[in-house]
């Protein structure tokens, strides 16, 4: 059975810079073709992928928040990390972890997902 | 703006059958890249409805299903169900930026008549 669950502050300050932490069981990041991406959704609004980190610790970002996401694995803890910095209230959005896997077609697809976490951006 | 295009909303009587339209472009869906479906019930995470164009994961009913043609795609649903009133989502990947660009639509709310 897989499952994901994403943790984190709830509230951060402008400026700061945010941590999520996604935990996963069912699978292992180290199994060829495995992959994790974050995702997120502002309040009423659509989904926007963050970044994806593959069992080959290769990693690729939105090229538009790339210069401030950082995205990293512990396999022994089955864990993967997202920072973001300077973090603006733009970005209050609800943070998903989700399992990513690769298809035939030359797409990535979300077949697991976490409930989310939300994170408010204020002062 | 969303690279991939939806209609905000649609509707539909139960036991109706209703489209989703996802619209891209060469870059995207025009490029042959799948897409990819994902149903939002309220105040839940997304769920995976339909992969690799028209393939159902395990679990989900036969009343879904998904096509692809040119730089569009589609999801049908057809014997409408009131538990069908969710947010829908299309994904594909998008090669005219570096590196593998996940992509989404702007979602597509459908409400159950």
């Known amino acids: 059975q897989v499952t994901l669950r994403e943790s984190g502050p709830a509230l951060v300050k402008p400026t700061q810079t945010l941590t999520l932490t996604c935990t996963f069981s069912?699978?292992?990041?180290?199994?060829?073709?495995?992959?994790v991406s974050w995702i997120r959704q502002p309040p009423g609004k659509a989904l926007e992928w963050l970044a994806l980190i593959d069992w080959d610790d290769d990693k690729y970002y939105s090229t538009s928040l790339k210069t401030r996401l950082t995205i990293s694995k512990d396999t022994s803890k089955n864990q993967v990390v997202l920072t973001m910095t300077n973090m603006d209230p733009v970005d209050t959005a609800t943070y998903y972890c989700a399992r990513t896997s690769y298809g035939s077609g030359s797409s990535y697809y979300f077949d697991y997902w976490g409930q989310g976490t939300l994170v408010t951006v204020s002062s | 703006q969303s690279v991939l295009t939806q209609p905000p909303s649609v509707s539909g009587a139960p036991g109706q059958r209703v489209t989703i339209s996802c619209t891209g472009s060469?870059?995207?869906?025009?490029?042959?890249?799948?897409v990819h479906w994902y149903q939002q019930l309220p105040g839940t995470a997304p769920k995976l409805l339909i992969y690799?164009?028209?393939n159902r994961p395990s679990g989900v009913p036969d009343r879904f299903s998904g096509s692809k043609s040119g730089t569009s795609a589609s999801l049908a649903i057809t014997g409408l169900q009131a538990e069908d009133e969710a947010d829908y989502y299309c994904q594909s990947y998008d090669s005219s930026l570096s590196g593998p660009h996940v992509v989404f639509g702007g979602g597509t709310k459908l409400t159950v008549l």
């Open positions: 690799g164009n028209s």
């Open positions: 069912g699978f292992s990041l180290s199994t060829s073709g495995m992959c």
């Open positions: 060469s870059s995207n869906i025009g490029a042959g890249y799948d």
